[in-house]
């Protein structure tokens, strides 16, 4: 079921009286990303994953977006659905999300999966890089910029035996609005370090990363595993950056283990 929440497009599957579990989707994609996830937790679980504001079917307004501005998103979607302390479930972006909502406010989630995503904010050469993609997108439109980033997020057996699904993302994304994906690059280029806060989190958290993620690789998140107490680390095979949607498999077995311990 879809629900408009402050303008945000929210896909609600299962029932609602069961442990939610809010899925936060990465940059430049929408909530579909989860769906191999959705389709086996919705029958336990109360699957709540939008789009968020600017990226897919959720409106990018005047465009100009923080990475506080997505955490209080995240926050209305909690309060006007009431969600009892659910499981915070984010990719990269999402992820960047999630890390920021925990720092703030940790005691509102039971628990918490990090997917292919890193805590440190963007230095020099990253902050260079997110301004010249807005300026890529201003004069040559989105459809290049779309083409070469999902290109790298992708591991090569995906886009080699899967072509029809990864054309498919690369044209979903083209079809962004600009305003909104150029906000998310800008919020994205002016987030908050959360490196910090890792060794303080206290709820469970499970780390994935792609074996193969040329973005947020192992080398990142390993050590970023190792800062928080209660957390397991599993390294996804045969996938770039985008596990949940390369390796279903891998991802959902790792996911239904952690769920298990809690
Ligand atoms: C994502 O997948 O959300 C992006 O790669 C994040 C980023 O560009 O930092």
Redesign the pocket.
């Known amino acids: 079921m879809k629900k408009i929440i402050d303008g945000l497009s929210v896909n609600l599957e299962g029932n609602n009286n069961n442990k939610p579990i809010i899925f936060v989707?990465?940059?430049?994609?929408d909530s579909t990303m989860w769906q191999s996830q959705i389709d086996l937790l919705k029958e336990k679980y109360f699957c709540v994953a939008y789009d968020i504001r600017g990226l897919g079917e959720s409106p990018a307004g005047q465009g100009q977006f923080t990475m506080e501005s997505f955490v209080d998103d995240l926050e209305t979607i909690i309060n006007e659905l009431n969600l009892e302390k659910p499981i915070l479930c984010g990719?990269?972006?999402?992820?960047?999300i999630a890390l920021r909502a925990v720092e703030k406010f940790e005691d509102k989630f039971s628990a918490i999966i990090f997917c292919?995503?890193?805590a440190d904010a963007?230095g020099n050469e990253?902050k260079l890089k997110?301004a010249a993609a807005i300026k890529r997108i201003d004069s040559e439109g989105l459809a290049p910029f779309t083409k070469d980033?999902v290109t790298?997020?992708f591991g090569e057996n995906f886009k080699q035996n899967n072509k029809n699904e990864f054309e498919n993302r690369i044209t979903k994304s083209t079809a962004f609005n600009p305003v909104g994906v150029k906000g998310?690059?800008l919020a994205?280029m002016g987030r908050n370090d959360t490196t910090e806060y890792l060794s303080k989190i206290k709820i469970p958290a499970l780390i994935l990363c792609g074996e193969f993620d040329a973005?947020?690789p192992p080398s990142v998140m390993k050590p970023m595993a190792e800062k928080i107490k209660d957390s397991d680390f599993v390294l996804i095979k045969n996938s770039g950056?985008?596990s949940p949607i390369e390796n279903p498999k891998e991802v959902n077995e790792a996911i239904i283990k952690f769920l298990g311990k809690l």
């Open positions: 989707h990465g940059f430049p994609y990719l990269s972006m999402g992820g960047y292919d995503t890193r963007d990253g997110r980033f790298n997020c998310s690059l994205m973005l947020t950056h985008m």
